[in-house]
């Protein structure tokens, strides 16, 4: 993905997380008060995100279309914040809480799509990982030389294909 080094949204995710051991100790959710326990895995998590969505909407939660629409309304809420600071409609700074918590309606409604197929996103992570990695990783023999250093296009994201 191209991201233009002089996007405000670049600054800020520059300055909000740019110090990554920030992430290394996430808030424990009895420190908000919010029962269910800490889940330390992803499936622990799609397991949680699955039991909410299963509590507060039991009609819609084991509904793939209906979740997948979801993920894909809160993907567009997300990139329509980012939007309005690329266009600058509105600081950076005043958006950046609503587009982490778009974010973050996305990853839930994701967790829900990976529940109701019964995948573990982790080992679906590494085997995509392992894919890519295949596909994209600079070939040693080659770096340097001038020619590209993967296999096929060099054009692309890692998701595409
Ligand atoms: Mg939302």
Redesign the pocket.
Known sequence: MYVNPRSPIKREYHDHFGDARRLRQPLKNREGGVPGGDPVTLQEIVAQCMRDSATWFPDKAFDLAFQTLSLCG?AG?LANKVKKVERGSDPANDLFPGIV??AI?TFIYLMDVFAILGVDPEEAYHAKRATNFRRFEPDPTTVGSGRPGVSGSVSGSPGEG
């Open positions: 809160e809420e918590e778009e309606d």
